[in-house]
């Protein structure tokens, strides 16, 4: 197992203690209004992300061999899903992040509470991650 | 007196269920939902009718046609056009309004003005962009005050002679306010402007007259009228109609084909290139009936009791920002909530059963002019009741304190 599939797995057990929609939204919620580590000076539309409803920034740094990201939105449920991204993708090695299956989404029962626009943002956020992995990738050799 | 039992069981939809909670469906400025008498129509043309019409010599044909037909004199008849020519069918509002943003361009040079306003919908900016672009002619734009009126001394500013068209919404599908159209056509006429109306946010909520409101052109869609999708109208007056060139070519439009040259099919036929959408208008022709049956006066006032119970409602909530306040409104209301995204409140209420709809609306200019990321639109049709008002509320207050 990879690391990322272990913080994955540990995502999933911890949502699946929850009964209903509304305590994993009030969880979502919680995480959401959390302090995070951003600059904002990436509220930039470089680092904006496409196909989200809510606005989303996105950027990402290399730490030794390690890639941390760091993203902000305006609206809060959207900053709890990122909060849960950042989770299962920050302090990871650009090939378990490449390699990474993102079914842990539909194992939260998040998939079918969100839209398929909304999925639509989700999935460009973690395209996102992925390009940036890819890149770091390439730019270590 | 509106027989409530009976409009809701018109509407199967209504009993879907959302997250286990019965729907609540305030989208309707985006869509109405269809009811059986529509919906039949169009399974009951493929099933006992379906042929191409105003081209056969056999039954089924024949019978299409004569039904096709009968939808355009009760188009003619709902909105007071004085002749069925007059009524050509579109693909919808946009299409419409793309009929006419490409064919006027034969009466625009350089220098010529068009005016729009900054509550139009993005249907009714763009077409205009892409007319300017071709012709050169300029894209003025009408302001709107705080309250989300038209702004009446900076249109009587921005209009002169070099205004050849003005085209406006009858209601904005994001403020609700309903503009006043006979007023402004007057102001029009003194320049010899045309006057295009977007009426898709009117059509199924007030009598519309087109010829007491003396507009040049007048548009809408089905599906915005308890009607199915693919489906519209545009109204224009007789002679500009004869005057304007064809929009697309193809069959059905035409008089006679050489290889040399063609020329075009009278009124409607001109602007009705191809097979068109026979059942839609069919259908399009049901919801019509639909709603005369119902009465669009008694619609009218009842739409309004359901914006003053919510009024009231809202009024109550010191965290409630409406964005716009005009007193002359349709029953639709934009708004957000203090200190909270309108993502977050669509995605809490979308949960609890109720379709709103949150972003810009396709007003994107207007809501950049207010400051504003998006808004959250509930609006509301024949079938919605107080107490789903009653239950938004409710559902709005748990949301807002989940939020913050």
Redesign the interface.
């Known amino acids: 197992m990879t690391s990322v599939e272990k913080v994955q797995n540990e995502i999933v057990e911890e949502l699946s203690l929850f009964s209903d ?2 305590e994993k ?2 969880y979502l ?1 919680e995480l959401g209004k959390d302090e995070i580590d951003f600059d904002k000076k990436f509220m930039k539309d470089e680092f904006l992300i496409n196909g989200c ?3 989303v920034w996105l950027y990402a740094k290399q730490k030794n061999s390690k890639i941390t990201f760091h993203a902000y939105s ?5 900053k709890g899903i990122i909060a849960l991204l950042i989770k299962v993708f920050s302090n990871q090695s650009p090939d378990d992040i490449i390699k990474s299956k993102l079914d842990f989404i539909d194992k939260i029962g998040l998939k079918s ?3 398929a626009t ?1 999925a639509n943002g989700l999935m460009s956020m973690i395209k996102q991650i992925k390009i940036y992995a890819i890149g770091f990738k390439e730019k270590n050799g | 007196m509106i027989d409530f039992e009976k409009i809701r069981s018109s509407f199967p939809i209504l009993d879907v269920k959302v ?1 286990d909670n019965k729907l609540v469906y305030f989208d309707n400025a985006a869509t109405t939902q269809t009811p059986t008498q529509v919906t039949n129509s169009i399974r009951d043309y493929f099933n006992k009718q379906n042929s191409n019409i105003h081209r056969g010599v056999h039954h089924l044909s024949n019978i299409s046609t004569e039904d096709f037909e009968q939808s355009r004199k009760k188009v003619k008849e709902f909105i007071g056009a004085e002749k069925e020519e007059e009524v050509i069918f579109t693909k919808g509002t946009t299409d419409s309004i793309n009929l006419v943003a490409t064919s006027f361009q034969k009466f625009l040079k350089s220098g010529d003005e068009i005016l729009i306003s900054e509550m139009e919908h993005h249907s009714n900016i763009v077409p205009w962009q892409l007319c300017a672009d071709k012709t050169g002619a300029k894209l003025k734009v009408v302001s709107v005050t705080k309250e989300g009126e038209i702004d009446i001394d900076h249109l009587e500013k921005l209009l002169t002679e070099k205004t050849k068209i003005l085209s406006i919404t009858h209601i904005s599908n994001t403020l609700g306010t309903i503009n006043p159209i006979t007023e402004i056509t007057k102001l029009a006429r003194k320049f010899d402007t045309k006057v295009f109306i977007d009426g898709a946010q009117a059509i199924a909520h007030q009598k519309v007259n087109v010829t007491e409101l003396d507009v040049d052109f007048y548009c809408f869609s089905a599906h915005k009228l308890y009607g199915p999708t693919g489906v519209g109208v545009l109204y224009g007056k007789e002679e500009i109609l004869e005057k304007l060139p064809p929009y697309q070519g193809g069959g059905e439009m035409i008089e006679l084909v050489t290889f040399e040259k063609t020329t075009y099919a009278k009124l409607p036929s001109k602007f009705e290139a191809g097979t068109p959408n026979i059942s839609g208008v069919m259908a399009l022709g049901r919801a019509i009936e639909f709603i005369e049956e119902i009465n669009l006066d008694l619609i009218f006032e009842y739409e309004t009791m359901l914006l003053n119970h919510y009024n009231e409602k809202s009024n109550k909530l010191e965290y409630y920002e409406p964005f716009g306040t005009s007193l002359n409104k349709s029953a639709i209301a934009s708004f957000n909530l203090k200190k ?2 309108h ?2 409140i ?3 209420l ?2 609890m059963g109720i379709a709103v709809r ?2 810009h609306h396709c007003t994107q200019p207007l809501h950049k002019k207010f400051n504003l ?2 808004t959250i639109r509930a609006s509301f049709g024949i079938y919605n009741t107080k107490n789903e008002i009653d239950y938004f509320f409710d559902c709005l207050s748990r949301a807002y304190k ?2 913050c």
Do not use: C, F, P
């Open positions: 929609w509304i939204y009030e919620i409803q809510s606005k305006d609206a809060i449920m959207t509470h969100l839209s909304r | 997250n909270v995204h993502y977050d669509g995605v809490l979308d949960n949150t972003g990321a998006g989940m939020l």
